[in-house]
Structures are given as C-alpha cells and as structure tokens.
C-alpha cells in the first residue's frame, strides 16, 4: 500500500482590517500567493518575507512564509515562520492549522515524538479536525517502528561491544602467553598449585626415612662393636683363668685397668648414639 503523504494545511491567507490595510503588505501578500499557486515557491518566499517586513504583526504573512519554506524542504526555518504564526493567530482555527503544519514539519524530519506533541496541541483547539488526527496516528506509528529500530540497533550495538572486548582480553591473554613462553607449561610457576604441596612432602617423608635408615645402620655396626667387645672380654676372661697363677700382681693390675678403660669407651659410645637420636628425631613432626 502507498504511503499517503503528510497532509498540510495552506490557507494562502490574506487578513483584511484597518490594522493590516497597509498597502506595502496587502501587496506582498498577494504577489506571494500568485507565485505559491503557480509553485514558484522562491519568489513566494521573497514576496512573504517583505510582507512580514512591513508588518511583523500578520498572521497571513508568517503562516504563508512557512508554508514557501516547507515546500523547499528547509523545514528549520519553516518551523520558526509557524511559531511566529502561532504567536499572532487570530482565532483557535487557525492556531490550530498552525500547530498541525508545525508537526509536519517536525514530521519530514523524522522527529515524531515533537510531531505527535504537535498534532495533539492541534487536536485540543480543534478537536474535530480529521485531517490532524489522520496525521497524529501515522505520527506514532512511525514514532513506535522508530524507537524499536533504536532498540535493535543497541542490542547488536552492545552484542559487538561485548566481543569487542572479549577479542581483546583474548588477545591480552595471547600477548601474556607469548611474552611468558617458560610460564604455560612450568607448574612450578603456579603458586597455588596442590601438587608442589605434595612434592614437598614426599621429600619431607624422604629425608625422615634416609635419617632412620642411617640411625639404625649405626645402632647395629655400635651393637656389633659391642659383641665384638664383649667377645674379646670373655677369651680374656677364659685366658686369665688359665694363667691366673702364672700372672703377677701389675699384670693383673694392668689388665683390669684395660678392661676399664674398655666399658668407659663403650659408655660413651652409647650415650653419643642417645644424644644423636635425640637431636634426629627433634626436627621431625609426626603428621
């Protein structure tokens, strides 16, 4: 179906009253709705314009100037002819016609919202103007696809944004990778990694297993010592009773002497291995 175009009202308007009799502006009114009747719109507008210079009071001459204006589709300077229009109406009608070519205006330009507000001050001072309504419910048709084409357009605005930023942290990620080659693949690098935890205490359990080993090899080559001792001690033993009679008094002095000195030696042996096992096992926490 063919869009139907914005309808507009152009009332080609000239006011006749002992205030506006002025010649000068009675002409200029007329030569500009000559040339807006055979669309020279340019030469309307130029003959408008002198008219509201020779009375800025008209209603005809601002109303018609923005009706030239629009046509050319500079609908900025349209819109201030009809608000000057709006000031100086001289009855609700005609305020109303004002209002309904101002939402127009507003209309060409895409800004519906202004339009719509337009065309509803129109329909309060003529209520039964189809025309205004006709233009006020196309007005928010196209305000309603507006807004949800703006809706679209930020959620794929945002949609990019969001791989925006998630190609950068990628490529940061990438960049850090590369800078730190060594990093990705060394577990060692991760602090809070569970299994540098369980390295270390396999190497604790380790070295408390080595330390008991090496105490216990010690303990059994003192033990075997020991034996080895008292081994010699009980042949001396045997050999002393044997040549109990042959041996003097200071040989047997000398002897027990030795055998003596012999238990002091081994004491001490024992009681270095105690103090040393002490000290081992100190430094060692049973978990």
């Known amino acids: 179906m063919k869009m139907k175009y914005w309808k507009a009202y152009t009332f080609l308007v000239l006011l006749f009253s002992s205030a506006l009799a002025a010649q000068p502006y009675q002409k200029g009114v007329k030569e500009g709705n000559r040339a807006f009747e055979l669309k020279a719109y340019d030469e309307a507008e130029v003959n408008y314009k002198k008219a509201t210079t020779e009375n800025p009071e008209g209603f005809a001459g601002w109303f018609n100037l923005g009706d030239a ?32 070519n101002i939402g127009n205006a507003f209309a060409a330009q895409g800004k519906y919202q202004q339009a719509a507000e337009a065309y509803k001050a129109a329909l309060r001072m003529n209520p039964q103007d189809d025309e205004t309504r006709y233009n006020l419910a196309k007005a928010l048709r196209e305000l309603k696809k507006q807004q949800q084409q703006q809706q679209n357009q930020d959620q794929n605005q945002d ?92 040989e047997m002095e000398r002897l027990l002497e030795a055998i003596a000195n012999a238990e002091k030696q081994t004491r001490a042996k024992l009681d270095k291995k105690k103090k040393a096992k002490v000290k081992t096992k100190s430094g060692v926490k049973d978990w």
Request: no cysteine; hydrophobic share 15%; glycine share 4%.
């Open 159 to 250: 949609k990019k944004d969001k791989k925006k930023d998630q190609e950068k942290k990628e490529e940061q990620q990438q960049d850090q990778q590369q800078d730190n080659p060594e990093e990705k693949d060394d577990p060692k690098t991760d602090q809070n990694d569970p299994m540098d935890e369980r390295d270390e205490n396999d190497d604790a359990k380790k070295n408390e297993e080595q330390q008991d080993k090496n105490q216990q090899e010690q303990e059994q080559q003192e033990q075997d010592q020991q034996q080895e001792a008292d081994k010699k001690k009980g042949e001396q033993g045997e050999q002393g009773e044997m040549q109990e009679q042959k041996m003097s008094k200071e």
């Open 69 to 100: 204006l629009y046509k050319q589709e500079r609908y900025d300077e349209a819109l201030k002819a009809y608000q000057k229009g709006a000031e100086l109406s001289p009855d609700l009608k005609k305020a109303a016609a004002t209002m309904h």
